[in-house]
């Protein structure tokens, strides 16, 4: 697997083809606004492709969800090959390369596993990402810089379970134990690099999970990293998963029945961009540096995540039912290189957002600029609609 320069950045003449935005729907949520026009930048003459002034979307319906083809998804990122066989699509570009198959919900961006909220569809040999999916994860993971946030200078590191509550097990230790020792262990790296660092708990005892996000929600210009230990019921479940919360109107990746609870907006649905920059940045540093098998970026309403007004991310690292992981995660050199991952991780998504924020240099902010001649009027696949009902909630 090549995880080289993640998270992705289209830099170059790329990122400046789409004026963006960030608006604010009636309440409140965030959500992205690209006002679709081209710019004659470098970029264009690179990909040798004629100028067009306004991008047409394809829409299609399927069982009430609009879905978008790949062959879209690759020109509008500006991927220069597309290819689809055996009911399978790879699109590349110079530094990118997402793959996908009909009916899985598995996404490879660059090699790295994300989980999507609706599973690919296929008409004829076309294959097709929901709007939900392209809006909510693609179009932010693809351009963080797009996001309209500021690095952080402050984390809240939350080590997962705590006192009576021991969480998950193995011969050789509890995970209310491992997952303290790698926020310590977090916690001097963050501090060293200037960081202020919080914590939810530093010693054994419980906190509810209500409180940990309070105490988070708190903190400005931060964000939160909970770190947990996996059960699994089959002994061979292994590897590591990072979870953020579901955006509204999607299914949990774990429970996927849609019911109408998937509708109530959670405090931290605010910051679904964020939320999916943040889970990339982190997932991509803890696979590549600890070598464990990749389970994927996963969507959860937990509550650390759904009642959090900041970033936020879960990290299940590693399961305790697995002899493979038990032995590692009992390893302190082990939880040291944890730590590090996740430390850099942050480092990674301040970097990736960098570009967004009020410091970046004028000629980024002059480059991202919305170019002239706006096509309003072109239907437009990132303004999210969650607010819909799909039609199996209609009754
Ligand atoms: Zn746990």
New binding site residues.
Partial sequence: MNHQGWPPDLGGGQDGQYGAAMGKTEDGQTAVFVRIAVQNSIGWIEFNRPPVNAFEWTLIKEGGRDYIPFTDVARFYNFTRADFSNERVSLSGATLRIQGGSNSRELYMNGLKFILNFPVIQQGSMLYISRMDLAKLVEPVLRPAKIQTAPVRTVVLDA??GGFDQ??RSALGN?KDFALDVILRARELFARAGFTVRLTRSADIFIPLETRAMFASHQSNALFVSV??NFGARPDAEGIETYCLAPRGVPSTNDPILTLADFQPGLGNVRDPENIALATAMHASLITRLGVPDRGIKRARFVVLKNDANPAVLIEGGFLTNPRDAARIAAPAYRQMMAQAIFQGVLAYNRAVERSSPGASSEVAEKDHAPAGTGDSVWDPLKSNVYSLPQELHR
Wanted: hydrophobic share 30%; no cysteine.
């Fill in positions: 997962g379970h969480g998950a995970e947990h230990f």
